[in-house]
């Protein structure tokens, strides 16, 4: 098995784009068949991308950073666990004000010894191994109409359910965003951020910690597209990723770190339901990370970046 069948990522959810509005035109919704079968064959894809992690090449990081690199394989003090990680947020947005509050608590499942091929043949895991919960604010300040600057704080738990070993994790960084007009119905964003990330084991005191710099873009070109009688978009972008102490254990082997990557992908990103709702599927898509020895497909859910 080779470093590029490292593992499926989910990205964790993000207000970093907001979902799309109701266009004023009236549009033909698509084949809703046809919209469901492109989702279920991007979660076959990524699902497969990640099937396998056996072999002398399994490259791995702490499961308390899962909330920041997305579900995939990751170490505890022992063992490999595959964690999977379930994005929930909600905003408040005061009548009248510049700013709004962007409440998340997002939760990690880990499960020792799971393939997501074993689901076909005995079905869901019974057991979490591994659970992590790290609730967080964010601050969105519009500058300008099309400019906000969005700082945030994250602190929570993790729980290791075999040896009752907890984790403290904490996080803080800070996020630019910028949105302009393309054409007629185009737009395009431009997204620069850099946060802290640093977790600690209770029971051993192993501490770790990584900083990152991710310079993102996106582009809709305006494609009008339905699913479900939800109006959506299709966009593509770009990231580009920049670690600084952020190691992954080689298998039976040193470990080496990761410094820069950079990702291409697309999400096709759904207007809510309801404005309130605490956990929806605003945005799902593929992306194709690369560089310093580990490739990922990984699955998207929320914003890329």
């Keep these: 098995m080779s470093r590029s069948d490292f593992g499926l990522r989910a990205q964790q959810h993000s207000t970093a784009q907001e979902p799309p509005r109701a266009r004023k035109s009236p549009r033909r919704p698509a084949d809703k068949t046809f919209w469901l079968s492109v989702l279920s064959a991007l979660l076959f894809c990524s699902l497969y991308a990640g099937a396998s992690f056996a072999g002398k090449n399994l490259d791995l990081t702490h499961y308390g950073y899962a909330a920041y690199l997305g579900s995939g394989l990751y170490q505890t003090s022992d063992r490999s666990v595959k964690v999977f990680n379930i994005p929930m ?24 010894n799971f393939d997501p091929s074993d689901i076909i043949e005995s079905g869901l895991p019974r057991k979490v191994e591994t659970l992590t919960f790290v609730p967080g604010v964010e601050l969105i300040m519009s500058v300008r109409e099309n400019w906000s600057i969005q ?15 907890t984790i403290s ?37 192993i501490s770790g910690n990584f900083r990152a710099l991710e310079n993102g873009i996106s582009i809709n070109p305006g494609y009008e597209l339905s699913y479900f ?24 082997d040193q470990a080496f770190e990761i410094k820069v990557q950079n990702e291409i992908g697309f999400t096709l990103v759904l207007a809510r339901k309801k404005p309130f709702k ?7 898509g593929l992306g194709y990370r690369w560089g310093n020895k580990l490739r990922v497909v990984r699955l998207i859910l929320g914003a890329p970046f």
């Design 278 to 284: 605490i956990f929806d599927l605003p945005r799902i």
């Design 229 to 252: 009688g939800r109006p959506a978009d299709l966009n593509f972008h770009y990231v580009n990723f920049i670690y600084s102490n952020l190691r992954f254990l080689k298998y039976r």
């Design 169 to 205: 994790i904490y996080a803080a960084g800070i996020r630019s965003l910028s949105n302009f007009d393309i054409g007629r119905k185009g737009s395009l964003i431009l997204s620069n951020r850099y946060y802290y990330v640093g977790q600690e084991e209770n029971n051993t005191r």
């Design 89 to 112: 947020s909600y905003t408040v947005h005061p009548s009248g004000k510049q700013w709004k509050i962007n409440i998340r608590f997002p939760a990690t499942l880990g499960f020792y």
């Design 151 to 165: 700082p945030f704080v994250d602190y929570g738990m993790g729980l290791n359910f075999e040896n009752d070993n």
